[in-house]
Every structure is written in structure tokens, then in C-alpha cells.
């Protein structure tokens, strides 16, 4: 029986959430070609059997290694990949998933699709933006092994009942080593992961009005804040926040762009979202053209209002 | 192969790409790829920070090369001079006339080559991902063939002595990774602010070493099968003016979206 290898995101000794959504397209695929799913944590971490066999891993294996090497790790999950005869190595496309997806493909001597946005179980044929979201490519690895990293929101969770066995391995060293984790935007999601993403622009006037953003975030349960180029080069916002192009790539279930124009370069990094609502005081700014629903105003004026009404909600 | 020659890293290498411009609207050719016709190509935006990181520990060493290594078509020696004109000492250029949407792997695999004859070097330059096929992945790919560590997008570096330490944005937060060298390291925004070529830069340019050596790049891993236009979304609409139009973009959020 062939296996799927999930590399699992562990971050402060806990499996992190995207994790989750790589684990139900593994096992989606596994279930259309009769496969097993390993989840591999390459660090140590609590591993809980019931959620991750809910999740879709069929074994989890959780390595020894006290801190996250980068080369280290991708040799962990070669070797657990060559010693199970993995057909597919699946990550999330995550900062981490990103770093490691290309030297896993190389030691496993294959290709790879980075920020995979769906799977077609047979071949496997793998779609994945190219040109900033502006093009859809299909490709398929023609090598023993396929590695593929997969976008936060487009993978749905599995959801099913069952129970992995946990087993502990072992971890290759490597020569590098992550020292050091700091913690930026407390109780806040990150832009790039969250389902519900608010991003501000010039059109805010200041970093001072940046509370009218939050007052809408924080009446919205895992609402990131997200910026334009803009408003980071300007120094309002940290450039962690930055949609676009040179930025992150979102695609949220709803995203808000208020008193953002539309350039190309932020199109690139959002366009993909579910639905995308555009408050902008500007009937003709581009951004009209690529919303799902439209507010023209002043968004100083707006954005309270709609806080209030929100918060009127009392959404969960 | 890859060898460190004293404290700080004196043989530099950066690998850089011509790619379209970000403001380029994509046409497609044969279902494929990209229709090159009337696009504008420019160097790679995260390559910049590579080449200027590349000079700026060149000068800080007081001593030692930069040479810049590109595959790709012969129309990339413009943004090779570009380099050479910011500064580089010379340039290598692996042509071939399908280079421009080589997969990862197969690019990886040309670099690699053309590295082992050329180095040893102490510090190997990426960009974090070349903005056509937003791969992520040449630089670690490459690093991992020669065996030395990489740290990837990079927004702060520290070399003192030869170890390397890093700091890289991770979601919500940030995190540092220490290696020693040689290393390489893929260079995100926030890196540093990349110079541009002066006059003088341009005219020493011309003089400097730009090599083009002919590479063979069949056996691509990653088959292209097919490129499309993302589906179009569907028109949007105008809900209403001002803060009255909130409980109506409300109502649509969550009646007719169902996303709240
Ligand atoms: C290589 C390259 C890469 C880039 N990468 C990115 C990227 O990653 N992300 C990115 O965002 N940009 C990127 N850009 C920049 C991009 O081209 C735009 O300059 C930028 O997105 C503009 O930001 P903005 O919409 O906040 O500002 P502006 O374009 O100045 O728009 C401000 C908007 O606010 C509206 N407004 C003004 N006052 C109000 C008010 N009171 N209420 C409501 N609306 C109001 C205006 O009508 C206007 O539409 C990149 C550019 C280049 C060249
Ligand atoms: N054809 C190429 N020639 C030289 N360097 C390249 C090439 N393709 C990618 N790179 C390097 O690898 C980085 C990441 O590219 P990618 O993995 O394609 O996103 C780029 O920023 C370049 O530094």
C-alpha cells in the first residue's frame, strides 16, 4: 500500500492548525488511491491520537529533535519518506512549508508544486497559481515521489472518527538550527492563514485611525489585520502585514479592503479571496472591479458604523 | 567546492532571474505558457536584495568577488549587465531559449553544476522567489545539493566571524536560525534597500566578464500540462454610499455570502 507523508507544523510544542487542512487533502487522496497517511512532526510536540486520526493521519510519528533544524528537518522527512515508500509528500505553504519543500525534493532527487491550491487524485495533478495568482498552471512530478505544498483555506479537514497510533522516531541533525521565536501580534491570526482578513491602506489617513481597523477585527472572531504597500512603506503597519505582491498571498472566506486603490500588486496578493468587500471613498478606484460587494464613502465614517453593527452581532 | 575563506565571506555568489515586470497582464500561449510578446522583463524584485546584500558584505570584507550566475535566454544578459553595473565583478549567463519557465528542480540542477566549477564560494545569494512561477525554492534546492545549510527569507543577517545568524518572518512572529559558513541565505524585502547603477557603474559594466556558456535542459521533473486565466469573478456590486449602507453590506454578508 502506498503512503502519503504530511509534514506537520509544530510550533511552542503544539501541532499549528494549517496542519489540520493538509492533513484532509492527504486524506482525500489516500482515500481515492486506497493509501495510508503518515503525519510526521520532525520535533518533539504533544501529539494527541484522536485529533490527528480525526484529521486523517492513519500513524503519526513524532521525532525527537528538541528544536527545528531546517536542513536537519527535511532530512528527517526524506528518510521517513524513502523508509515508507511515500508516492507524496504533502506540507502546508506556510513560511516553514516553503522552506522546505525544495530541499526535500532535492534529496529525494524529484520536483515539487509550491502553494498548491487543489489536487486531482489521479496522476496526481497538482494546480498552483504562477505570475501572482494572474495564471493557473497543472503540472505533474514525474519522479517516485511528489512534493506539494499546500495554500491556508482551500483544503477542507477531514473530520472523520478515528484514532492514530503515535509512534516516536528519530531526528537527523542538521547544520542549522532555529534559535529563537518571537511573538508578534499577540491574539491576532496571521494575515496569511486566517479566514477573515481586514486590510487598510493610504486611504486611512494615519497609523492613529489604524484602532477604527481593530475595532472592526476584534467584533469578528479570527480577523486578521492585513496592509497595503502603501501604508508598510510609510511605516504605519509592519511589513508581516503586507497583502500583494511583494507581500503575502491571501485568500481568505472575506476579505475588507478599505481605503485601498487596487493596484495590480495588491490584486496579486488577494484576488483569490471568497468574497471581497471594498470600502473606498472613490467610485472609480480599481478595486470596485474586483469586489464582491461595495461601499463608497469615507471609510473614517464608515468603519465605526459598521464596528457598532457588528459588534451588535455578537458573532462567536 | 564550497569553502570558507576568513572571517567574513569575501566570494560571493548571487543568482538572479529575468522575469516579467509585476505589472504584466498575463496572455497565454498554446494553453501553456506565458505569450512573451509586448511583456516587459526586468531583474527578479527579490534578486536586488540579493545582489545589493552581495556588495554590502563585499565592502564590509574590504576584499574579494561577486559574481552574479543567471540561466536563462540570451536576453538576460541586460539584466546581468544590470548587476555587473550595480557592481558585481562578473557574470555568468547559462543560456538556453525555453530557460524562462524552467522548473525548480531543473534550474536547481543548472546552478548547481555551473557553482561546483566556479566556487569555492563562502556565501550563496538568492531571492526568496522569482515572480513568475513563485516556486520558493531554487535557493534551498541548491543549498541542499551542496550540502551546506540555507536560511530563507531573510529580513535581517548577521555574519561575524563565520557564523551566521538570521532572522526570517514566520507567521506572526519572527524567527532566527544560526548556521555557520559557508551558507545560503534567500533574500526577502525588508533585507535591505538595493542601490541602483550610477553612470559610472554602467560604464565599468560594459568592460566587466559577462560569460554565456549553452546548457542542454531536457529532462524537466515538473510537467507543465496545462496554464489558464484564474475563472473570473463574478460582477460585483455597488451596496450603497456612506455608513448607512452597513446594515444592507451586512445583510449580504451574511443572507447572501453566508461568510460572517
Ligand atoms: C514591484 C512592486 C511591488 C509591489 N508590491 C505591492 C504589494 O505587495 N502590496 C501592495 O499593496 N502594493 C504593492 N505595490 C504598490 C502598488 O502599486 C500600490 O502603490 C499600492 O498598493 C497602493 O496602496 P494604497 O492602495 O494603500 O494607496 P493608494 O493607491 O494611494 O490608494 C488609496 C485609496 O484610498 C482611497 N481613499 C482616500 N481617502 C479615503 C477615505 N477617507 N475613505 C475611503 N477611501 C479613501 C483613495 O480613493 C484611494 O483609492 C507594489 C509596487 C511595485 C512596483
Ligand atoms: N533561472 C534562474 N537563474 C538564476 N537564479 C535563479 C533562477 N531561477 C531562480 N533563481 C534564484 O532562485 C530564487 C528563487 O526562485 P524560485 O524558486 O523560482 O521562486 C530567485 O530569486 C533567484 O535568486
Not at chain 1, 493521519?57 to 531546517?70: K, M, N, Q, T, Y
Not at chain 1, 515539487?112 to 512530478?141: H, N, W, Y
Not at chain 2, 548571487?14 to 498575463?26: G, W
Not at chain 2, 536576453?75 to 524552467?102: I, P, S, T, Y
Amino acid at each position: 500500500m502506498s503512503t502519503i507523508l504530511v509534514v506537520l507544523e509544530v510550533r511552542d510544542g503544539s501541532v499549528r492548525p494549517v496542519s489540520h487542512e493538509v492533513l484532509g487533502a492527504a486524506r482525500a487522496l489516500a482515500d481515492e488511491s486506497g493509501a495510508s497517511v503518515i503525519a510526521l512532526a520532525t520535533e518533539t510536540c504533544a501529539a494527541d491520537a484522536a485529533h490527528l486520526g480525526a484529521a486523517g493521519a492513519d500513524r503519526v510519528l513524532v521525532g525527537a529533535a528538541e528544536r527545528h533544524s531546517p536542513d536537519g528537518a527535511a532530512a528527517t522527512v526524506a528518510r521517513v519518506a524513502k523508509e515508507n515508500g511515500a508516492s507524496c509528500v504533502l506540507l502546508a505553504a506556510t513560511a516553514r512549508g516553503r522552506d522546505q519543500q525544495g530541499r526535500i525534493a532535492a534529496l529525494l532527487d524529484t520536483g515539487f508544486a509550491s502553494d498548491c491550491v487543489a489536487i486531482d487524485a489521479k496522476g496526481p495533478v497538482f494546480t498552483r497559481p504562477v505570475f501572482a495568482g494572474k495564471a493557473l498552471i497543472k503540472v505533474q512530478i514525474h519522479a517516485g515521489v511528489a512534493v506539494a505544498s499546500l495554500r491556508a483555506n482551500h483544503f477542507a479537514p477531514a473530520g472523520r472518527t478515528a484514532e492514530a497510533v503515535i509512534e516516536s522516531c528519530s531526528s537527523e541533525s542538521g547544520k542549522s538550527e532555529v534559535v529563537e521565536i518571537s511573538a508578534k501580534s499577540a491574539g491576532r491570526p496571521d494575515v496569511a492563514e486566517a479566514a477573515r482578513v481586514i486590510s487598510g491602506g493610504r486611504g486611512l489617513g494615519g497609523p492613529e485611525n489604524w484602532h477604527l481597523l481593530e475595532k472592526v477585527a476584534d467584533a469578528v472572531p479570527g480577523m486578521a489585520l492585513g496592509a497595503s504597500r502603501a501604508v508598510v512603506d510609510a511605516g504605519w503597519r509592519p511589513h508581516g502585514e503586507q497583502v500583494g505582491q511583494t507581500g503575502k498571498t491571501v485568500s481568505p472566506e472575506l476579505y475588507f479592503a478599505v481605503g485601498i486603490s487596487g493596484a495590480i500588486q495588491h490584486l496579486a496578493g488577494m484576488s483569490s479571496s471568497k468574497v471581497i468587500v471594498a470600502i473606498n471613498r472613490d467610485k472609480e478606484a480599481p478595486i470596485f472591479q474586483h469586489a464582491t460587494y461595495g461601499v463608497v464613502g469615507d471609510a473614517l465614517e464608515i468603519l465605526p458604523a459598521l464596528a457598532d453593527e457588528l459588534q451588535k452581532l455578537g458573532l462567536q | 567546492m564550497v569553502r570558507l575563506f576568513g572571517p567574513n565571506p569575501m566570494n560571493i555568489l548571487v543568482c538572479v532571474k529575468r522575469v516579467p515586470a509585476t505589472t504584466t497582464r498575463v496572455a497565454i500561449l498554446d494553453g501553456k505558457r506565458l505569450n512573451p510578446e509586448g511583456v516587459e522583463f526586468v531583474l527578479n524584485p527579490y534578486d536586488e536584495y540579493a545582489v545589493e546584500e552581495a556588495l554590502r558584505r563585499k565592502e564590509a570584507a574590504g576584499t574579494g568577488k561577486v559574481t552574479a550566475l543567471s540561466l536563462g535566454t540570451a536576453d538576460a544578459q541586460k539584466e546581468l549587465r544590470q548587476v555587473l553595473a550595480m557592481g558585481a565583478d562578473e557574470a555568468v549567463l547559462l543560456a538556453h531559449a525555453e530557460a524562462g519557465f524552467a522548473d525548480a528542480a531543473t534550474t536547481a540542477r543548472q546552478l548547481e553544476a555551473e557553482i561546483r566549477k566556479r566556487g569555492p564560494f563562502d556565501l550563496l545569494l538568492f531571492g526568496k522567489q522569482a515572480v513568475d512561477r513563485d516556486q520558493h525554492g531554487v535557493g534551498p534546492m541548491v543549498a541542499t545539493k551542496l550540502g551546506i545549510p540555507c536560511i530563507t527569507e531573510v529580513v535581517n543577517l548577521d555574519i561575524a566571524d563565520g557564523k551566521v545568524t538570521a532572522e526570517r518572518e514566520v507567521e506572526g512572529g519572527r524567527e532566527t536560525v544560526s548556521a555557520t559558513l559557508p551558507c545560503a541565505i534567500t533574500c526577502q524585502k525588508g533585507l535591505n534597500e538595493p542601490r541602483y547603477a550610477n553612470l559610472k557603474g554602467i560604464m565599468a559594466a560594459k568592460k566587466k566578464p559577462l560569460d554565456t556558456v549553452q546548457v542542454d535542459l531536457s529532462g524537466a521533473v515538473v510537467e507543465v500540462l496545462e496554464m489558464a486565466a484564474p475563472a473570473p469573478r463574478p460582477p460585483g456590486r455597488i451596496v450603497g454610499e456612506g455608513a448607512a449602507a452597513v446594515p444592507e453590506l451586512l445583510r449580504l454578508l451574511r443572507e447572501e455570502a453566508k461568510v460572517l
